[in-house]
């Protein structure tokens, strides 16, 4: 009998997984929540209305290792499964009748939810925030996987007084409780996909302004960033009234909010009226001219519109999702920055796609497992094409209908198509063909566009063509720095140096660094190994610029090329932290500790320093840069070996990857293997499994 139940749950487990839950639909979840950070645990309840649309004989939720101590439907107990990936009714359901369903439990995610500081009693900026797309909700909240099952949220977190909750919608209530406890209530009035909720809890500052339209946008941050607070958030209320008018359809929630956090996954998440990002976007005002939020910000607001209203139904469909927001983003660029920055920045995609195509590498728009680079660049460039063929007018008209008639609704590629066709009056078989299903990036379609709108872009091109027909570098040389002289654009000049910077004289080089053009400066700088030992001053200069890219690859070529003055450039530059990711003082440390007889006394503090950075309490990027500079130059301490095992266990998949190739390299030297032997008992079990396994 036992081998019949269980045959009978993982029959059930594998048909649930593989359908939709079209019976029944959830209208609203109201879910209280405790959190307990040093636990990883959250103990909750909640309570789902829902309404039954045929006869059926059960329903379900998705419930990823949730222990349920209690369930009740329409307030009486009912019997129920529990496979550790759904909790299922069996029960005889009749069409028409309204329901509630209400459940207890404790949850111990695995995944999506994220507690940051809290096995470290030094931490000064513990963190627990959440990531649902691609990670389920359902780890930390019975609720649905499938997206298309949209759901009206309110979430009660009860937490620390001393923190702060953000959540989706708007915070209607916060109210102290016993044990210097809060429960903050937030109100969601529309009904959206479970993988968009979200919460982010930390000690935060804000500051509330108001769109043209009355939406508040609240912008939180550290109280350590303050200086950083206006250059992250640079052009936030510019962005959000330009998507509203370029959209053609007011903002569909409460409110908006964008929250920092320390260690996460990507570099923003759109959960509905809460963009999560990652705090290494919080910058200076020097940080801004080479690394900012502007477009991250426009990206995922404009998936408050295509992603979070409107939802695709399945992967087929994504590009109606990322590759909207992706155009959205670019779009809003070219209102803030110009119209070189959109189309040099459409060029080099163009680019990168075609080289793609070349490489046997092109996919469709349609194909669920595609890339990164196919649904959001490719994606952004259909909808350029699509607005080309039909035209800005129509287009325009064309989006808001689509998104009014197929709001807090689930949709596919070919129902958009529709809306599309309606609106310019013809079909679009054609552009469908071409740009969604084919594989291919229709390059000279986008070069025969970029070249129309753009005449330096046309310049360029043409200025390739010329110089490919020469044979003489030295007239390859003439024609080029004419071309260069003629042009006041720019990114024609920075992209110039960038591919014929080899073919440059000394005079040349002098006059481009001469021209106190930060960008042009930086290209040259970055494209230079050999530095002429007549241009030393010159480029000795690029040490001032404010730019931390700039300095730092000034810093480290200067070093390699002129060995008699590295003690002058160090002195120079000994002051300078750089990104967030503290690019320019890693390097500066490094090189201070090679140089020998350089501030001799310091020697051992400026170890102890790159060496702390292998530490848990900084971000990933910073951790990951330390670590190479050790491993290349005098070794990693035992702490930072420690440091490293953590690192191999890490819920950023992409530094958990680095920490085990490192392990791997470090393992090939057996002094480093047994030490890493010795350390074991030191670690947690996760770690201790992962190097045993390892060594074994």
């Known amino acids: 009998m036992r081998n019949l139940f269980l045959t009978f749950i993982c029959f059930l487990s594998t048909f649930l997984n593989a359908q939709e839950q079209k019976s029944v639909d959830f209208i609203s979840g109201t879910a209280s929540l405790s ?27 998705d419930a990823k290792n949730i222990n349920f101590t209690a369930l009740k439907l329409n307030g009486k107990k009912v019997k129920y499964v529990n496979d550790e990936k759904h909790i299922i009714i069996k029960k005889r359901f009749k069409k028409g009748k309204s329901q509630t ?21 030094t931490s000064t900026n513990k963190q627990v925030w959440t990531q649902g797309q691609g990670k389920y909700t359902s780890q930390w909240l019975p609720s649905f996987d499938d997206m298309n099952e949209k759901v009206v949220f309110d979430l009660n977190i009860t937490f620390d007084s001393d923190y702060q909750v953000i959540a989706n919608g708007i915070l209607i209530d916060a109210k102290k409780n016993a044990n210097d406890m809060t429960t ?24 509330t302004v108001t769109s043209n339209s009355g939406v508040p946008l609240e912008l939180y941050y550290y109280h350590k960033d303050s200086i950083k607070f206006e250059p992250t958030y640079r052009y936030s209320k510019e962005i959000f009234d330009f998507l509203e008018r370029e959209i053609g359809m007011d903002y569909p929630w409460q409110n908006y909010k964008q929250v920092p956090v320390k260690d996460f996954l990507y570099a923003g998440m759109e959960n509905t009226t809460i963009t999560i990002f990652s705090d290494g976007y919080m910058i200076d005002s020097i940080a801004f001219v080479d690394k900012n939020y502007v477009n991250i910000n426009a990206h995922e607001l ?58 046997g590498k092109g996919e469709s728009l349609q194909d669920p497992k595609a890339s990164s680079l196919t649904f959001y660049e490719k994606g952004a460039w259909a909808l350029i094409m699509l607005k080309n063929e039909i035209g800005a007018e129509t287009f325009k008209k064309g989006i808001p209908k689509y998104l009014e008639k197929y709001k807090f609704r689930n949709v596919t590629i070919k129902e958009f198509l529709q809306e599309m066709e309606a609106a310019c009056g013809k079909p679009l078989d054609s552009f469908e063909t071409v740009w969604l299903e084919g594989k291919e990036f229709p390059n ?5 566009y970029l070249k129309k709108n753009s005449s330096s872009i046309a310049t360029f091109i043409k200025l390739q063509h010329e110089v490919g027909a020469l044979i003489a570098q030295k007239e ?9 002289d003629a042009s006041t654009s720019i990114a024609l000049k920075k992209r110039i140096i960038l591919n014929y910077s080899e073919l440059f004289s000394e005079d040349f080089i002098k006059k481009i660094l001469a021209s106190n053009r930060l960008k042009l400066r930086q290209a040259l700088l970055l494209k230079t190994v050999q530095i002429p030992a007549g241009l030393q001053p010159d480029f000795e200069s690029l040490l001032e610029d404010q730019s931390y890219i700039t300095v730092e690859n000034a810093l480290y070529r200067l070093f390699l090329n002129f060995p008699e003055q590295r003690k002058k450039y160090l002195d120079q530059t000994k002051d300078i932290i750089g990104f967030s990711d503290k690019n320019v003082r890693l390097l500066w440390l490094t090189l201070a500790l090679v140089t020998e007889d350089y501030n001799s006394l310091k020697t051992k503090d400026y170890f102890d320093e790159l060496g702390s950075y292998t530490n848990p309490k900084y971000d990933p990027k ?11 130059t005098f070794g990693l301490t035992d702490t930072n070996l420690e440091d490293l095992a953590k690192a191999s266990i890490h819920h950023s998949w992409q530094f958990k990857k680095f920490a085990r190739t490192l392990f791997d390299e470090l ?21 201790k499994l992962y190097l045993t396994n390892k060594l074994e």
Do not use: C
């Open 35 to 61: 959190i307990l950070p040093k636990e990883k645990q959250i103990i909750g309840t909640v309570t789902y209305s829902f309404e039954v649309l045929k006869d059926v004989d059960s329903i379900f939720l």
């Open 184 to 207: 903050w209530s937030y109100d969601m009035e529309q009904p959206m996909s479970s993988y968009l909720l979200a919460f982010a809890i930390a000690k935060y500052d804000k500051k």
């Open 667 to 687: 393992l090939k030297d057996e002094a480093y293997k047994n030490r890493i032997i010795t350390l074991l008992p030191k670690l947690n079990e996760k770690e």
């Open 622 to 632: 910073t951790r990951e840069t330390a670590f190479q500079y050790l491993f290349q």
């Open 302 to 359: 404009a998936h408050q519109w295509f992603g979070d209203l409107v939802t695709e139904v399945d992967g087929h469909h994504h590009w109606l999702q990322e590759g909207f927001a992706t155009y959205y983003a670019l779009l809003a660029e070219k209102e803030l920055l110009g119209d070189e920055e959109f189309y040099w920045k459409l060029f080099d995609t163009a680019e990168t796609l075609q080289n793609s195509t070349v490489d």
């Open 101 to 121: 369903l209400h459940l207890s439990y404790v949850a111990q995610p695995k995944q999506t939810v994220y507690f940051i500081g809290w096995d470290d009693a």
């Open 476 to 484: 390859q040389a003439a024609l080029i720095e004419k071309a260069y």
């Open 444 to 448: 000279e379609a986008a070069l025969t």
